[in-house]
Nanobody, 125 residues
């Protein structure tokens, strides 16, 4: 069992930046892949970014590639999502996710994840 608590969401103007944080507890953190997903109204939950257990590998959806950066600090049991050059279409609830098992290396499928409660990101034009 894991508890994931997101923070850092809010309202930002287009072109601005936000840094989301996700603090994990209740389960060994460092051996599990982590990821970020998002869900906009009327849309399916979609993959945003993933990072392997040791931070050695990352993967991004095309939507955030070149603008978003995922990172993790295993000493703090925390994963981050740095979002730059934000666009109105980035508006969504962003969910932190932890892999249910030590595999897969990169968490890109929502069915493989434990979830946080989400944090709202709203990008105004």
């Amino acid at each position: 069992q894991v508890q994931l608590v997101e923070s850092g969401g809010g309202l930002v103007q287009a072109g601005g930046s936000l840094r989301l944080s996700c603090a994990a507890s209740g389960r060994t953190f460092s051996i599990y892949a982590m990821g970020w997903f998002r869900q906009a109204p009327g849309k399916e939950r979609e993959f945003v970014a993933a990072i392997s257990w040791n931070g050695g590998s990352t993967k991004y959806a095309d939507s955030g590639k070149g603008r978003f950066t995922i990172s993790r600090d295993n000493t703090k049991n925390t994963v981050y999502l740095q979002m730059n050059s934000l666009k109105p279409e980035d508006t969504a609830v962003y969910y932190c996710a932890q892999a249910r098992r030590s595999l897969p290396t990169l968490l890109t499928q929502p069915e493989d994840a434990y979830w946080g409660q989400g944090t709202q990101v709203t990008v105004s034009s």
